[in-house]
């Protein structure tokens, strides 16, 4: 037996001694609560590690939820095991028993509201998410319309441009046609130097 049980079972026989040492009172025996109280928070310290690791983990989100439950069940088991050992079927044992169920109870509670809370920020971090997505959507038709509409506006000046182009090249054809032919070609391409486009 190593020091850590020795501490545990020394702890259990000053809880019997204290019932001993009780008040008896027809079937029941009454004791000092702060005696009992001190015992027990001498026992919650002296409890193995693996015990307070399992609470520990429980308290995490719920990827560890099935690996600390199973933690936990096999801690209980153990610690139930030992005690069917050292006390067997006496009254103290019954009481551990009881309190055992009453944490994995409270495990098994806790890693429901874990995975419910975990099932909540997943559900809202979707919409979230849905909706930025919207957004994004609904800004980008904007911002497209908006490119168009610049595009379709610089077109129709363009084609205004060439427009007038079109009708000052034709006047200026009409008016040269009964110049020489040499007039007429450096008269093009003093014409060309105004529409050139940069």
């Not at 020394?10 to 000092?32: H, Q, R, Y």
């Not at 994004?136 to 610049?150: N, R």
Request: negative net charge.
């Amino acid at each position: 037996m190593n020091s850590q049980q020795d501490v545990i079972y020394g702890l259990m026989s000053k809880l019997d001694e204290a019932l001993d040492n009780g008040f008896p009172f027809g079937n029941l025996t009454i004791v000092k609560k702060h005696v009992v109280a001190d015992i027990l928070d001498k026992l919650y310290a002296a409890l193995p590690d693996e015990i307070k690791e399992a609470r520990a983990l429980l308290r995490r989100k719920d990827e560890l939820q099935y690996e600390a439950q199973q933690r936990a069940e096999k801690i209980v088991a153990d610690a139930q095991a030992e005690a069917n050992r050292l006390l067997s079927e006496s009254d103290l044992l019954r009481a551990v028993q009881r309190e055992a169920e009453k944490i994995k109870e409270q495990v098994i509670a806790e890693c429901d509201e874990i995975k419910r809370k975990s099932y909540e920020d997943a559900e809202t971090l979707r919409n979230q998410a849905i909706d930025e997505a919207y957004r994004t959507k609904d800004g980008a038709s904007v911002y497209a319309e908006q490119v168009l509409a610049g595009l379709e506006q610089n077109l129709n000046q363009l084609q205004e441009i060439v427009k007038n182009g079109q009708l000052q090249l034709e006047r200026r054809r009409v008016e040269t046609d009964g110049q020489i032919s040499g007039n007429y070609v450096n008269q093009r391409a003093e014409f060309a130097k105004d529409f050139r486009m940069n």
